[in-house]
C-alpha cells in the first residue's frame, strides 16, 4: 500500500502522466478494479478500516487525531493465530506497537523521506537513505533471512510516498524536475452548480499550496521577493546529509533562480500554472520510486519461484487530487479522492488481464484476505469478500451501492463533514455540519463532476430512491444521525469546535 496514490497516477489507470510498469504488472498479470473507492478518504481512518473490516463509526477511528481503539480485532491478529508468519514494514501511520505482527519496522506519524526513523519492538532507529528504498530493503531483508519457509505468511509493505510533502529520491528528482505535465480540464474550476463546502475548501492549489513547504523555495528566496505568506520551511530537507543536500541544490537552487526571475511577470492564472507544473514534478517523483521497489519485490518473488503461491496486492489510503477542481489533498467523496486503486494478483485463480467495475471498497480488504487463507471472519465484521469477483464468479456479487463518511472538520483543508451513497450510476452527497446541502451527478453524464443535479425536476425520483437507499445503507451499516451527533460532541469536548 502506499500513501495518497491516486490511481490518475498508475498508468494501468491512464497512462497521461506517468508511466508505472512495475504496478502495472499486476493489472496485466490480475485484476485492475475501476471502481474501488474507500469509506471515509483520509490516511489514518482508512488504514484503520482496511485492518478491522468495519466503518469509522464503529471502530472508533473518525479521523487523524483520535487514538486508535487496541480492542479493535485487525486481521493480523487473525492471521497469526491462524499459523501465519506476519510482518509489517513502513507506514502504519497510528500505533507503536500493532497487534498481530511477528516483527514490525514503522515510520512515526507521517515519517520522513529522507533519513528516517523507524519504530521497532526493540526500539526506535534512524536508517540512513531515501524512504522508499528502506522499506523495500526492509522488507526483503525479511523475506531472504527471517522469513520461515515452514509457515505460510503475511506481508505488509507499505509506503509514506507520495504523501505531501513530496521529496523525491535523487535519481528521480533530476528528470522529473525537467518535465512538463498536462493541465487538468478543471484546474480553474469555479464551481458554479456545487454548494458552499467546495469553495469553502482549503485545498486550492494557488491559494493554499505554500509556495516554502510544498514547491521547495527557499527563505531567502521568499525574502528576496518579499512574498507575504508561503507555508513554512520543509524541514524535512533539513534531515539530509551534506551529500543528499549538495544534490538536492544543484536541482532546486535553479528551480529558485529560474522562479525569481519570473514572478514579477506572473498573474494568478500563470502561478497557479507554474505551482501545478512544481506539484506533478515532486508528487509525481514519488511515485516513480515506489514504482521501481515494487518491480524489486515482484521481482524476488519471480526469483525465489513464489510468485505462483502468492496473492499480491496494490492499493493506496484513498485517492488524491491531482490538480482536478483545482486541487490538491483528498477528503471528499469526489472522484478523485473518493476512488483509490486497486490492483490483484492470484495466479490461477485470476484471469490474467481482467478489469472489474463492481463496486467494491477497502471495507473489504479484510474479510477478503480471509477468505482466500480460510480464515474465518467475525461475524461483526462489515464488508464483503471479493473472493466471488476475484474468480470471475460475477453471479455471487449483490451490492449495487456503497456508503462513505467523512467527519474530520474543523480541520486542516476545512472540509466539511458529509456522507453519501454511490452507485455506478450516481452519487448523492448531504453535507450536515455548518451547511445543510445536498449534491447529486450522473457519473456516466458527468464523470467530472461538474454539475450538482440535485434541484433539477428531471431528477426527483431519482433523488427520492438514492435518499432510501441511504437511509438502508445507514441502517445496515449502523450509522445514525445520533452517532453522528455524538462524534461533533466529541470535537466540541475536545476543543475543536467553539461550544455556543
Same mark, same amino acid.
Given at each position: 500500500?502506499?500513501?495518497?496514490?491516486?490511481?490518475?497516477?498508475?498508468?494501468?489507470?491512464?497512462?497521461?502522466?506517468?508511466?508505472?510498469?512495475?504496478?502495472?504488472?499486476?493489472?496485466?498479470?490480475?485484476?485492475?478494479?475501476?471502481?474501488?473507492?474507500?469509506?471515509?478518504?483520509? =490516511?489514518?481512518?482508512?488504514?484503520?478500516?482496511?485492518?478491522?473490516?468495519?466503518?469509522?463509526?464503529?471502530?472508533?477511528?473518525?479521523?487523524?487525531?483520535? !487514538?486508535?481503539?487496541?480492542?479493535?480485532?485487525?486481521?493480523?491478529?487473525?492471521?497469526?493465530?491462524?499459523?501465519?508468519?506476519?510482518?509489517?514494514?513502513?507506514?502504519?501511520?497510528?500505533?507503536?506497537?500493532?497487534?498481530?505482527?511477528?516483527?514490525?519496522?514503522?515510520? !512515526?506519524?507521517?515519517?520522513?523521506?529522507?533519513?528516517?526513523?523507524?519504530?521497532?519492538?526493540?526500539?526506535?532507529?534512524?536508517?540512513?537513505?531515501?524512504?522508499?528504498?528502506?522499506?523495500?530493503?526492509?522488507?526483503?531483508?525479511?523475506?531472504?533471512?527471517?522469513?520461515?519457509?515452514?509457515?505460510?505468511?503475511?506481508?505488509?509493505?507499505?509506503? +509514506?510516498?507520495?504523501?505531501?510533502?513530496?521529496? !523525491?529520491?535523487?535519481?528521480?528528482?533530476?528528470?522529473?524536475?525537467?518535465?512538463?505535465?498536462?493541465?487538468?480540464?478543471?484546474?480553474?474550476?469555479?464551481?458554479?452548480?456545487?454548494?458552499?463546502?467546495?469553495?469553502?475548501?482549503?485545498?486550492?492549489?494557488?491559494?493554499?499550496?505554500?509556495?516554502?513547504?510544498?514547491?521547495?523555495?527557499?527563505?531567502?528566496?521568499?525574502?528576496?521577493?518579499?512574498?507575504?505568506?508561503?507555508?513554512?520551511?520543509?524541514?524535512?530537507?533539513?534531515?539530509?546529509?551534506?551529500?543528499?543536500?549538495?544534490?538536492?541544490?544543484?536541482?532546486?537552487?535553479?528551480?529558485?533562480?529560474?522562479?525569481?526571475?519570473?514572478?514579477?511577470?506572473?498573474?494568478?492564472?500563470?502561478?497557479?500554472?507554474?505551482?501545478?507544473?512544481?506539484?506533478?514534478?515532486?508528487?509525481?517523483? =514519488?511515485?516513480?520510486?515506489?514504482?521501481?521497489?515494487?518491480?524489486?519485490?515482484?521481482?524476488?518473488?519471480?526469483?525465489?519461484?513464489?510468485?505462483?503461491?502468492?496473492?499480491?496486492?496494490?492499493?493506496?489510503?484513498?485517492?488524491?487530487?491531482?490538480?482536478?477542481?483545482?486541487?490538491?489533498?483528498?477528503?471528499?467523496?469526489?472522484?478523485?479522492?473518493?476512488?483509490?486503486?486497486?490492483?490483484?494478483?492470484? !495466479?490461477?485463480?485470476?484471469?490474467?488481464?481482467?478489469?472489474?467495475?463492481?463496486?467494491?471498497?477497502?471495507?473489504?480488504?479484510?474479510?477478503?484476505?480471509?477468505?482466500?487463507?480460510?480464515?474465518?471472519?467475525?461475524?461483526?465484521?462489515?464488508?464483503?469478500?471479493?473472493?466471488?469477483?476475484?474468480?470471475?464468479?460475477?453471479?455471487?456479487?449483490?451490492?449495487?451501492?456503497?456508503?462513505?463518511?467523512?467527519?474530520?472538520?474543523?480541520?486542516?483543508?476545512?472540509?466539511?463533514?458529509?456522507?453519501?451513497?454511490?452507485?455506478?450510476?450516481?452519487?448523492?452527497?448531504?453535507?450536515?455540519?455548518?451547511?445543510?446541502?445536498?449534491?447529486?451527478?450522473?457519473?456516466?453524464?458527468?464523470?467530472?463532476?461538474?454539475?450538482?443535479?440535485?434541484?433539477?425536476?428531471?431528477?426527483?425520483?431519482?433523488?427520492?430512491?438514492?435518499?432510501?437507499?441511504?437511509? +438502508?445503507?445507514?441502517?445496515?451499516?449502523?450509522?445514525?444521525?445520533?452517532?453522528?451527533?455524538?462524534?461533533?460532541?466529541?470535537?466540541?469536548?475536545?476543543?475543536?469546535?467553539?461550544?455556543?
Amino acid at each position: 500500500m502506499s500513501d495518497d496514490h491516486a490511481y490518475q497516477a498508475i498508468s494501468a489507470y491512464n497512462d497521461n502522466l506517468i508511466k508505472t510498469p512495475n504496478i502495472d504488472r499486476l493489472a496485466n498479470e490480475g485484476m485492475l478494479f475501476t471502481n474501488a473507492s474507500v469509506t471515509n478518504s483520509i =490516511c489514518a481512518p482508512s488504514r484503520a478500516v482496511i485492518l478491522t473490516g468495519k466503518h469509522a463509526h464503529i471502530n472508533g477511528k473518525i479521523d487523524n487525531l483520535s !487514538p486508535f481503539d487496541t480492542t479493535n480485532i485487525t486481521f493480523p491478529q487473525l492471521f497469526k493465530e491462524a499459523g501465519y508468519q506476519t510482518a509489517m514494514f513502513g507506514k502504519l501511520h497510528f500505533g507503536n506497537n500493532p497487534k498481530g505482527l511477528d516483527e514490525f519496522k514503522i515510520l !512515526p506519524g507521517q515519517g520522513d523521506y529522507y533519513n528516517p526513523k523507524f519504530i521497532t519492538s526493540t526500539g526506535d532507529t534512524i536508517i540512513n537513505g531515501y524512504v522508499t528504498d528502506i522499506i523495500t530493503d526492509l522488507t526483503l531483508d525479511w523475506m531472504e533471512k527471517r522469513r520461515d519457509t515452514t509457515k505460510p505468511f503475511l506481508l505488509m509493505y507499505l509506503h +509514506k510516498a507520495p504523501h505531501r510533502s513530496w521529496l !523525491p529520491a535523487n535519481r528521480h528528482y533530476k528528470t522529473y524536475t525537467k518535465k512538463t505535465f498536462p493541465l487538468p480540464s478543471t484546474l480553474f474550476d469555479e464551481y458554479n452548480t456545487r454548494d458552499a463546502a467546495s469553495k469553502t475548501a482549503e485545498m486550492n492549489i494557488l491559494r493554499h499550496m505554500h509556495l516554502g513547504y510544498d514547491n521547495k523555495l527557499t527563505p531567502e528566496t521568499i525574502n528576496e521577493l518579499n512574498i507575504a505568506y508561503t507555508g513554512l520551511h520543509n524541514r524535512a530537507i533539513d534531515r539530509m546529509n551534506n551529500i543528499q543536500k549538495a544534490s538536492w541544490d544543484s536541482v532546486y537552487k535553479p528551480i529558485n533562480e529560474n522562479f525569481i526571475a519570473q514572478y514579477q511577470t506572473m498573474n494568478d492564472s500563470t502561478l497557479m500554472v507554474w505551482k501545478y507544473q512544481r506539484y506533478m514534478q515532486d508528487y509525481l517523483g =514519488c511515485i516513480a520510486a515506489v514504482d521501481d521497489n515494487v518491480g524489486r519485490l515482484l521481482n524476488y518473488l519471480d526469483d525465489k519461484n513464489l510468485s505462483n503461491n502468492t496473492v499480491v496486492v496494490y492499493t493506496s489510503d484513498q485517492g488524491f487530487y491531482l490538480g482536478e477542481h483545482g486541487w490538491f489533498d483528498k477528503r471528499f467523496m469526489y472522484n478523485e479522492s473518493f476512488k483509490t486503486p486497486l490492483l490483484i494478483k492470484w !495466479p490461477n485463480k485470476i484471469a490474467p488481464g481482467t478489469t472489474e467495475d463492481e463496486m467494491v471498497q477497502n471495507l473489504d480488504f479484510a474479510q477478503t484476505f480471509l477468505d482466500i487463507a480460510g480464515i474465518e471472519a467475525p461475524k461483526d465484521m462489515q464488508g464483503k469478500s471479493l473472493v466471488p469477483l476475484l474468480k470471475g464468479e460475477k453471479e455471487l456479487w449483490d451490492r449495487d451501492a456503497v456508503y462513505y463518511h467523512y467527519y474530520e472538520y474543523p480541520a486542516e483543508h476545512a472540509v466539511k463533514r458529509h456522507y453519501g451513497i454511490a452507485t455506478k450510476r450516481y452519487k448523492l452527497i448531504h453535507y450536515y455540519y455548518d451547511v445543510d446541502a445536498w449534491e447529486l451527478y450522473d457519473r456516466k453524464k458527468d464523470p467530472m463532476e461538474l454539475n450538482n443535479i440535485y434541484n433539477s425536476a428531471h431528477y426527483t425520483s431519482v433523488v427520492k430512491e438514492l435518499k432510501e437507499k441511504l437511509k +438502508k445503507l445507514r441502517i445496515n451499516y449502523k450509522d445514525s444521525d445520533s452517532l453522528t451527533n455524538h462524534y461533533i460532541q466529541v470535537y466540541k469536548d475536545k476543543g475543536y469546535i467553539k461550544q455556543n
